[in-house]
């Protein structure tokens, strides 16, 4: 115990500026009263903070009887209303689901576990989905991909991972935002960005006001999936699913200091999920807590009883606290190249960052953990071809035949194809094409591209061999190694997907100079995720907890006392507009519509107001034209 302590206290995050005392004190709190059992003397239900607390947790307190599902429901749309587009204004999701209907959910799994019937251990539990997943209709959010050209399209049907987390008792709490087209639309697209759901932010990172204007600092949350990890990791869900394919799910983990999995390519059917390419990408999950992740991705990779036809297990991966016969290869640190070019942290925060690397590898090897280290990792360099990037041929063959799956699940859409989509971004500019991105590029190449199917084989079976065969294949058999660990910014990444191979987050410490988390990134052979998923749940019970941003109110607010509502007369004009002109969903074009209209009597509305009030009055709308000034898209 006197090691396990000596650990717990040298790999602390040092996060400056510190948590308040009071703060921490309320977690501990609430955690010795799970532990115990015990709750409010008078009976009454012990609250919880959305940032800190576990999916676990929150099943231990739905099964103690001390909270609903109902009440969780409503905790977390609270932190949404407070901190999505208002307050911090992170912009994790691009929508939420109707608070009537999704508190309906949750009152029927409360009438169920009331009955004795318990779906899974997330029975009650909410989640959050990125916005390239298809939900049906009746749960009242779009599968919009961030683009404008599929904003009030209708899905034929949930996409299969959706169904599988719906049977299974878990509450769909919104579709988060995301790099629009999963960052298919402009090379120099921000990660995070997209038309209709603005910058994504990072509620760990320092920002400050000056000369009357908002400036973030090293913001970017990273990667594709950002909305999901940011929605977790600013507590508006306990958990996410996200999709990856080449790290777009491992990175913005690590930022967010979170736990995530993209399973072995082909193990999570991908019906009715936008994808870039069917060679490389995979649903995954994210989750505050290694424990809760393993049951999240039970619920994602078991397929339920009606889709075969059978009972199923409820499990499959095991909780596993002790360390026991895994062999684990490290990389040698020093290749966290990623920081160091985009010119992220100055030499003492990477001293900090290698030192935080190191400590783990001594650790684990004075608790007699089979270490090897350093190991060395094959180059990225190994996956060009003749000085070529193999990735991006295969990406744009791939990506038509992935969009026309797509498009053919919905049930009514306004585009049809490639070219229809790049056309309606042509009709719409100042919505789709603003001045963070102002061109769709990539989607021109796509649309024009005429790579010969052999050049598509022949890359593909070059990133199969150099990542597989020659690369990690021979990795894990020349040192005999189970799993290889790399920095969280590392090309591990890039060869696992060049393989098809399993990955894994895992969230390690934080920046000093501002709260930055950064993790680890895991692979391992195919097929072998409970081997990554032994290695994160008794990383968890050894290591440290995970960084925690700073309560989310307690960071100035760019505006901390928003507009109240404006009166009915005024409501009234805005839904007649609304409903007799054309805005394509953008409350932010009808706001300036509305500005320019009142120039002269100085009255004016924010767009933010004007989607409140569209959004409370059953209309469907979005943020889009003119979210985030200036600074705002720092990468």
């Known amino acids: 115990m006197g090691m396990l302590k000596y650990i717990k206290n040298a790999l602390a995050p040092n996060i400056e500026p510190e948590l308040p005392p009071t703060y921490m004190e309320g977690v501990q709190k609430r955690k010795l009263s799970l532990a115990s059992g015990s709750f409010s003397s ?25 909270i609903t599902s109902v009440e969780i429901v409503e905790a977390y749309l609270h932190q949404i209303e407070q901190h999505n587009r208002r307050g911090r204004q992170l912009r994790a999701l691009i929508s939420v689901a109707p608070k009537h209907e999704v508190l309906r959910i949750a009152k029927k799994l409360d009438d169920e576990r009331a009955r004795g019937k318990r779906r899974s251990p997330l029975h009650g539990i909410p989640v959050i989905v990125k916005d390239n997943i298809m939900t049906d209709a009746s749960l009242g959010m779009d599968t919009t991909v961030g683009s404008y050209a599929f904003v009030g399209c209708v899905p034929k049907r949930n996409a299969i991972v959706v169904d599988r987390l719906v049977r299974r008792g878990m509450i769909i709490m919104g579709k988060a935002n995301l790099t629009e087209f999963s960052g298919l639309k402009n090379p120099a697209m921000p990660p995070g960005w997209s038309a209709v759901g603005g910058q994504c932010q990072s509620p760990y990172v320092a920002r400050h006001i000056a000369k009357k204007k908002l400036h973030w600092e090293l913001s970017a949350p990273g990667g594709s ?6 929605g977790v990791a600013a507590g508006f869900s306990t958990l996410s699913v996200g999709t990856d394919t080449i790290g777009s799910l491992i990175t913005p983990a690590n930022r967010a200091a979170l736990y995530a999995l993209k399973p072995t390519i082909g193990e999570i059917p991908m019906d009715g999920i936008f994808t870039l390419s069917k060679t490389f990408d995979s649903a995954g999950g994210m989750a505050k807590s ?41 990389t040698e640190p020093t290749i966290w190249r990623q920081w160091r070019k985009t010119g992220r942290i100055n030499v003492d925060a990477e001293r900090f960052m290698l030192q935080k690397y190191e400590m783990v590898v001594q650790s684990l090897i004075e608790m007699g953990v ?17 000085g070529k990037n193999c990735f991006e041929p295969i990406v744009y063959h791939e990506f038509k035949e992935c969009l026309g799956d797509f498009i053919r699940q919905f049930k009514t859409t306004k585009v049809h194809s490639l070219a229809e989509i790049i056309n309606f971004n042509l009709e719409h500019p100042e919505l789709t094409l603003p001045p963070s991105c102002p061109n769709q590029n990539d989607l021109m190449a796509a649309l024009q591209s005429g790579i010969l199917k052999e050049q598509v084989t022949a890359a593909r079976q070059h990133l199969q061999t150099a990542g597989g065969r020659d690369g990690l294949d021979f990795l894990f058999h020349a040192q005999n190694i189970d799993i290889v660990v790399s920095p969280g910014d590392a090309a591990l990444s890039s060869l696992a997907a060049a393989a098809g191979y399993p990955t894994a987050a895992c969230p390690l410490s934080a920046l000093k100079l501002n709260g930055q988390p950064f993790g680890l990134t895991l692979a391992s052979p195919p097929h072998t995720e409970h081997l990554l998923l032994h290695f994160l749940t008794a990383f968890e019970a050894t290591f440290p907890p995970r960084a925690l941003p700073l309560p989310l109110s307690s960071v100035p607010l760019q505006d901390p006392n928003p507009e109240p509502l404006p009166d009915k007369p005024i409501v009234e004009l805005i839904l007649h507009e609304w409903d007799t002109r054309r805005f394509s969903c953008s409350a932010d074009a009808l706001a300036d519509w509305l500005n320019a209209r009142w120039r002269k009597s100085g009255y004016e509305l924010s767009a933010e107001t004007i989607c409140e009030v569209l959004r409370s009055n059953g209309r469907i709308a979005f943020r889009g034209l003119g979210d985030d000034a200036e600074g705002a898209f720092a990468r």
């Open 225 to 230: 999936s950002t909305g999901s990890a940011v």
């Open 370 to 386: 089979d270490i090897v280290y350093p190991v060395e990792l094959p180059p990225q360099a190994n996956l060009n071809l003749d």
């Open 42 to 66: 008078d009976g009454s239900i012990l609250d919880f903070d959305p940032l800190t607390v576990s999916a676990f947790e929150l099943s231990e307190m739905l099964d103690a009887q001390v």
């Open 290 to 330: 290694a424990k809760d992740l393993v049951a999240l991705m039970d619920a994602m990779m078991l397929p339920t009883s009606k889709e075969i036809g059978t009972r199923t297990p409820s499990t499959c991966f095991r909780i596993k606290e002790d360390w026991g016969n895994l062999r684990i290869g490290f």
